[in-house]
């Protein structure tokens, strides 16, 4: 079974831009949760979605947002990019039920400039 | 918000001996409990999970503790090989808000 996918792997970016990811999650997955990881800040939550709807969201500003699609990828955006949104997004999918484990992709890398 | 904290940011230990990585709580709603390791250019990846009504459980080479009396998780490496170098990181379920929250991550060096 294919693992979480996440693209770009890498990203440059300049102040003001916009960006938007994209995620895969594994196959009969329905829960896709992002996550942004800094070396200051750790693996902060951004929001989780299950069947096209936002189930849970985490503190980040509105700049952040996300959505989900019929077939359960999953894409979030940034707008006016800071300096600080520099990080590692983590994509992670799960079945569905709460006690159930996240599984990773390996990242997005984003860079502002 | 996000409570769960390790006690150590660098553990190095001898290939072939046990590792001990230790994770305290605070949230006393959280009811799942799941270890990560992250390797370097890497997702975290999932080791072993653990629910809130049980104290020990085992995989292959690795046993959790959950002590919900102190609030402190633990990850116990058996042989300690230099493939498990990596950071480390313990997240917990809260049952509430339904999310998980990680720790900061403990990195594990073995030494060959």
């Known amino acids: 079974k294919a693992g979480v996918t996440q693209t770009p792997r890498y990203l440059i970016k300049t102040r003001g831009q916009q960006v938007t990811l994209s995620c895969s999650p594994i196959?009969?997955?329905?829960?896709v949760s992002w996550y942004q990881q800094t070396p200051g800040q750790g693996l902060q939550f951004l929001f989780e979605?299950?069947?096209?709807?936002?189930?849970n969201k985490g503190n980040f500003p509105g700049r952040f947002s996300g959505r989900q699609f019929s077939n359960s990828r999953s894409e979030m955006n940034v707008s006016t990019l800071e300096l600080g949104d520099s990080a590692l997004y983590l994509c992670?999918?799960?079945?569905?039920?709460?006690?159930?484990?996240?599984?990773f992709g390996n990242g997005t890398r984003l860079t502002v400039t | 918000g996000e409570s769960v904290g390790l006690h150590l940011p660098t553990l190095s230990v001898q290939e072939g001996d046990n590792s001990i990585i230790n994770c305290a709580y605070s949230?006393?709603?959280?009811?799942?409990f799941i270890w990560y390791k992250q390797e370097s250019g890497k997702g975290p990846q999932f080791i072993i999970d653990?629910?809130?009504?049980?104290d020990k459980r085992q995989g292959q080479r690795v046993t959790v503790l959950l002590n919900k009396t102190v609030k402190h998780l633990s990850l116990q490496i058996a042989a300690t090989q230099p493939g498990d170098s990596a950071v480390y990181f313990c997240a917990e379920n809260d049952k509430g808000n339904n999310r998980l929250a990680f720790g900061k991550g403990n990195q594990v060096v073995v030494i060959p």
């Open positions: 196959s009969g997955h329905r829960s």
């Open positions: 992670a999918s799960r079945p569905g039920w709460p006690d159930s484990p996240l599984h």
């Open positions: 949230n006393s709603a959280s009811d799942y």
């Open positions: 979605y299950f069947s096209e709807t936002q189930r």
């Open positions: 653990i629910r809130s009504n049980m």
